[in-house]
C-alpha cells in the first residue's frame, strides 16, 4: 500500500484494496499484533477514524496516481457511530468509502465511510477532507 499512501511502516493499516469506482473505494484491514492502536491487546474503535481516512487516502490514489505521495487534511469527523468499544487482534475490517460532495477545484471532499466486520456494520462516519490540487 506503499504506492497509495504517504504513510511507512506500522503506520499504514490498510492493507488491500476490493473494489474501486468513479466515486467509491473498499479496502481491508486486518488489525495485527503490531498496530499502533492497540491497548490491552485490543484494537480501539477510535482508530477506526484513521482507518477510514487512509482508506480515503488510497481512493485519492487511485483517482490521480501523482497524488499518492501527498498528505490530505482531515477537516473533520461528523456523525462517527461504533458498535464497539474495540476489536480483537486478527479481526478483519472492511471499509467503503462513498462519495458524497466532491469540489475539484477547492480539493474539498465529503464522504460516507462504513466499516464491516464478518458482514456486519461496525462502525460508520461523515468525513471531511481537503486535498489541494496542484
Request: glycine share 8%; net charge negative.
Amino acid at each position: 500500500m506503499e504506492n497509495y499512501l504517504p504513510h511507512s511502516g506500522d503506520m499504514v493499516f490498510v492493507d488491500g484494496i476490493l473494489e474501486f469506482g468513479e466515486d467509491f473505494v473498499r479496502t481491508f484491514t486486518c488489525v495485527e499484533a503490531e498496530n499502533a492502536f492497540l491497548r490491552d491487546a485490543n484494537f480501539e474503535a477510535f482508530g477506526l477514524v484513521e482507518v477510514m481516512a487512509q482508506t480515503l487516502g488510497v481512493f485519492r490514489a487511485l483517482k490521480d496516481p501523482k497524488q499518492s505521495d501527498k498528505l490530505g487534511f482531515l477537516l473533520g469527523v461528523r456523525e462517527f457511530v461504533c458498535e464497539r468499544e474495540n476489536f480483537a487482534v486478527g479481526t478483519r475490517f472492511e471499509t467503503t468509502a462513498q462519495v458524497s460532495l466532491m469540489d475539484e477545484a477547492s480539493g474539498l471532499g465529503v464522504y460516507d465511510c462504513e466499516v464491516f466486520v464478518e458482514g456486519k456494520r461496525a462502525a460508520s462516519a461523515k468525513i471531511s477532507t481537503l486535498n489541494k490540487p496542484e
